[in-house]
């Protein structure tokens, strides 16, 4: 079996760094689906929700009254606050704000669109360490990187780095990343591949667009909408992975049913991971119509994206 490659300090994904876990299949599910009305309020803008924030930041908001006024139940944008790049400088200097008064971590000089539907129709674009806060849906690739061999699939998981700011030591997709606001959905899928796995870009190609999995989670600070777009990539049995930008410390080669147990029966993955890999498994027969808890699975996988307030 192929063993971790080259990171900065390897180990082996089966010496586990998380508890073990009574859990199931529907437990990853239930956890990033975890919302409950009556958390946020509305954020609106030209009429259509593209967010939603607790009230303890609605009251912070409000207090930019050239960028955030109260509107019906939540909060919108000011009336006089009009265009793409009048409304993003506005929002800019307000996250900078907050990250002056220790309401958000910091900046992190991505941006991602405001929207109400898809990217491509955003009103404005926001920091991403800003994304949760404001409750926006952001948008994120992920790849399954897998090899046939004589015994089944194999999938290649890796370990994120222990100095990670989020989610340290947890397993992880082959490659994953969010979409920036503005690059294509191919480029963002190349440079992801290669920073995080060294797949090269004719190889990168290679990986199909199979769907996506959604989730509604109420997160620490504030509320996630997210959508995942999932794409498989069958890897030639002698190419091995290997991380070029430092967040993962290695991978190892596992049949399908070692993955299956994985997400089943520990906590080791990402949260958002679970359910990429769980998408793979229904797909490929891993997890079928004979399980007790099919239907509830699958729906699972595509929650709704802006449940009832």
């Not at 002056?100 to 009103?123: F, K, L, M, S």
């Not at 990670?164 to 990343?177: E, I, S, T």
Request: include cysteine.
């Amino acid at each position: 079996m192929a063993r971790l490659q080259p990171g900065r300090r390897p180990a082996r994904l089966r010496a586990p760094l998380f508890l073990p876990s009574p859990m199931g299949f529907l437990d990853p599910i239930r956890a990033l689906n975890n919302h409950r009305p009556g958390e946020h309020l509305p954020w609106l803008a030209d009429g259509l929700r593209v967010g939603r924030v607790r009230p303890a930041l609605a009251e912070r908001l409000v207090a930019h009254p050239s960028v955030f006024v109260e509107e019906g139940a939540g909060i919108g944008l000011a009336p006089g606050l009009v265009g793409f790049e009048a409304r993003s400088a506005a929002l800019r200097e307000v996250v900078r704000a907050l990250v002056r008064e220790g309401v958000i971590a910091h900046e992190h000089g991505e941006d991602y669109a405001v929207t109400a539907e898809r990217p491509e129709q955003a009103v404005c674009v926001l920091d991403r360490a800003a994304a949760s806060h404001f409750g926006i849906r952001a948008f994120g690739q992920h790849v399954n990187g897998f090899v046939r061999r004589a015994d089944g699939l194999h999938m290649w998981i890796g370990r994120r780095a222990r100095d990670r700011r989020n989610w340290p030591g947890r397993l992880d997709n082959l490659a994953a990343g969010g979409l920036p606001f503005g690059i294509p959905l191919a480029t963002n899928l190349a440079k992801e591949c290669w920073e995080e796995a060294g797949v090269p870009a004719g190889l990168a190609r290679r990986a199909h667009p199979v769907g996506l999995v959604t989730y509604a989670h109420a997160s620490d600070n504030g509320f996630k909408p997210d959508v995942l777009y999932c794409y498989d990539l069958e890897l030639p049995a002698d190419f091995e992975p290997r991380c070029m930008d430092g967040e993962v410390e290695g991978f190892e080669l596992l049949p399908l049913a070692e993955v299956a147990a994985l997400v089943r029966d520990t906590t080791e993955f990402k949260p958002n991971c679970n359910l990429v890999v769980l998408d793979f498994l229904v797909r490929h027969g891993v997890v079928g119509p004979e399980h007790p808890e099919y239907l509830e699975i699958v729906c699972g996988l595509h929650a709704a994206l802006d449940p009832p307030l």
